[in-house]
């Protein structure tokens, strides 16, 4: 389950009907070229890390995280390639909020190709949680937060205030370059069921794109979203499979989350591929 989002306040980013259809198609033409032709859309385990952990995995000690947390939030599962309502304008994953050229740069549908759709699929410890039959070119843990800081407009406006690392060196100097997300590949830690796991921001959502009490917020609060029974967070496959969701692709599963700097993320599968690409708005 993933949002066919609509952005919540007038002037927020759309992406116009045309580029999404043009999205869809393009997707299903490469998917449907390849089932014609016989060739191997992905190589079945080609995601599999050299040196697959063999347990469950045992977080090492991390540096603590200043963040507060933010506690039983729904969280949905959302993958790279899915089109969840090819009729809405935001209504596929092959675009994030902060990549057009999202399905291109991952590297592919980020599941499996069925009848020339993109899919998800059950994750495991066995290869590490990454993807069974394609390789990802970019960290396959990934997930989204309901704050756009560049594309809307409200947002935008608001993160030198709200976003709580806007001053730190490495971001100051960029706040007024709408080219510059001071979110994406950022580091959130995620707990569920006494699992603890880690993934990047790499798009934005569900269902809202302002909404800084929520996600900066210091006293717990509730996502703005009612849409997707109240879901906070869309957490990929990987964390699907690493943190033990109870359902592959539901809205029922909970999480505790907060922002965690990078000297603060231990050694794990999450750390097999780190995302470092910046935004990619193509118009």
């Given at each position: 389950?993933?949002?066919?989002?609509?952005?919540?306040?007038?002037?927020?980013?759309?992406?116009?009907?045309?580029?999404?259809?043009?999205?869809?198609?393009?997707?299903?033409?490469?998917?449907?070229?390849?089932?014609?032709?016989?060739?191997?859309?992905?190589?079945?385990?080609?995601?599999?890390?050299?040196?697959?952990?063999?347990?469950?995995?045992?977080?090492?000690?991390?540096?603590?995280?200043?963040?507060?947390?933010?506690?039983?939030?729904?969280?949905?599962?959302?993958?790279?390639?899915?089109?969840?309502?090819?009729?809405?304008?935001?209504?596929?994953?092959?675009?994030?909020?902060?990549?057009?050229?999202?399905?291109?740069?991952?590297g592919g549908c980020d599941g499996?190709?069925?009848?020339?759709?993109?899919?998800?699929?059950?994750?495991?410890?066995?290869?590490?949680?990454?993807?069974?039959?394609?390789?990802?070119?970019?960290?396959?843990?990934?997930?989204?937060l309901p704050f756009d800081d560049?594309?809307?407009?409200?947002?935008?406006?608001?993160?030198?205030?709200?976003?709580?690392?806007?001053?730190?060196?490495?971001?100051?100097?960029?706040?007024?370059?709408?080219?510059?997300?001071?979110?994406?590949?950022?580091?959130v830690r995620i707990r569920h069921?006494?699992?603890?796991?880690?993934?990047?921001?790499?798009?934005?959502?569900?269902?809202?794109?302002?909404?800084?009490?929520?996600?900066?917020?210091?006293?717990?609060?509730?996502?703005?979203?009612?849409?997707?029974?109240?879901?906070?967070?869309?957490?990929?496959?990987?964390?699907?499979?690493?943190?033990?969701?109870?359902?592959?692709?539901?809205?029922?599963?909970?999480?505790?989350?907060?922002?965690?700097?990078?000297?603060?993320?231990?050694?794990?599968?999450?750390?097999?591929?780190?995302?470092?690409?910046?935004?990619?708005?193509?118009?």
């Amino acid at each position: 389950m993933t949002d066919a989002r609509s952005p919540s306040v007038p002037g927020a980013r759309r992406r116009a009907p045309t580029r999404i259809r043009h999205a869809v198609w393009g997707l299903a033409a490469v998917l449907t070229t390849a089932s014609c032709t016989g060739a191997p859309v992905h190589s079945p385990g080609a995601g599999a890390p050299a040196d697959p952990p063999s347990a469950a995995p045992v977080v090492p000690p991390s540096a603590p995280s200043s963040y507060p947390w933010h506690t039983s939030i729904v969280a949905t599962t959302f993958w790279v390639g899915e089109i969840f309502d090819p009729s809405a304008e935001d209504g596929s994953q092959v675009e994030s909020a902060y990549d057009d050229r999202w399905f291109d740069h991952y590297g592919g549908c980020d599941g499996v190709v069925t009848a020339g759709k993109c899919d998800t699929e059950p994750r495991t410890v066995a290869n590490g949680f990454f993807p069974t039959r394609m390789t990802p070119r970019e960290n396959p843990f990934y997930l989204d937060l309901p704050f756009d800081d560049v594309g809307d407009e409200v947002a935008n406006r608001q993160r030198a205030a709200v976003v709580p690392w806007a001053s730190d060196e490495r971001y100051s100097a960029r706040v007024s370059d709408r080219g510059f997300s001071l979110l994406k590949n950022r580091w959130v830690r995620i707990r569920h069921a006494g699992k603890v796991c880690y993934g990047q921001i790499q798009d934005a959502g569900p269902g809202r794109y302002d909404d800084a009490k929520y996600v900066f917020g210091t006293d717990d609060a509730r996502p703005a979203n009612d849409r997707f029974n109240g879901a906070g967070m869309d957490v990929s496959p990987a964390l699907n499979g690493c943190l033990g969701f109870t359902e592959l692709n539901g809205e029922n599963d909970r999480v505790d989350w907060q922002f965690v700097d990078d000297s603060a993320v231990p050694p794990g599968p999450w750390k097999i591929i780190v995302t470092t690409r910046g935004v990619t708005h193509e118009s």
